[in-house]
């Protein structure tokens, strides 16, 4: 390399360092003020940004994983949530053999989280599997319930039993069995 193609290479090199810290600067200067830049409720671009409550967040994180961040899993593995999981909610058996899930049970939130986290899952998955009067899970309920989990139980028996009980006519199950093949 020449001297001079030194220099202009040393040149570009400094400009592109100003021009990186100016940006940081400028990004700085936008979160400082929340009108101008605020990530929860808009882009800088104006597009918005959709936000999430404390339960479609903890769903996310805590079970949407194995159910699928819209309640649809891989078929066999793990029960479709959507359009499926409000036929349970057509009985009090039902309603609390949800909570008392181990994956729900111990999921890693506190009772009133676990009560939005369960709310959001049956409220918008449960499409018409849904009785029409359900009444939304409350954080003192799902603390009781989630202290007597179903640690040692055939999980798949006792859904069968549960659903033996519950009403032909109560809430509509998407066709495909919500069972997962083993
Ligand atoms: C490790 C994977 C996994 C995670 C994480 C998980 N689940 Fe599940 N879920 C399952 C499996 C498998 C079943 C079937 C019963 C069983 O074996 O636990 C199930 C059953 C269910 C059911 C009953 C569905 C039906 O039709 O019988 C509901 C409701 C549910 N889970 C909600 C949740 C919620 C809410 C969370 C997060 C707090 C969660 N699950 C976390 C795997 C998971």
């Known amino acids: 390399m ?10 570009r090199r400094a400009a592109l360092v100003l021009t990186v810290v100016a940006g940081v600067m400028a990004a700085r200067a936008r979160a400082d003020d929340p009108a101008a830049f605020n990530p929860l409720q808009g882009s800088a671009q104006g597009t918005p940004v959709p936000t999430l409550t404390a339960g479609e967040t903890h769903y996310m994180q805590s079970c949407g994983g194995c ?5 649809s899993s891989a078929r066999g593995n793990v029960p479709e949530l959507r ?6 909610m057509c009985t009090q058996a039902g309603r609390e053999y949800i909570v008392r899930l181990p994956n729900v049970a111990f999921a890693g939130v506190d009772d009133s989280v676990l009560a939005e986290v369960l709310n959001y899952v049956i409220f918008s998955f449960g499409d018409a599997s849904l009785p029409q009067d359900v009444k939304p899970y409350t954080a003192e309920e799902v603390g009781k319930l989630r202290r007597e ?3 040692n139980t055939n999980l798949w028996n006792l859904r069968q039993a549960i659903m033996a009980q519950t009403d032909p006519d109560c809430g509509r199950p998407k066709p495909e069995a919500a069972r997962p093949a083993q």
């Open 149 to 151: 989990p179903n640690k």
């Open 67 to 71: 159910h699928g961040i819209l309640g």
């Open 83 to 88: 359009g499926n999981v409000g036929r349970l």
């Open 2 to 11: 020449t001297p001079r193609a030194k220099a202009v290479a040393a040149a």
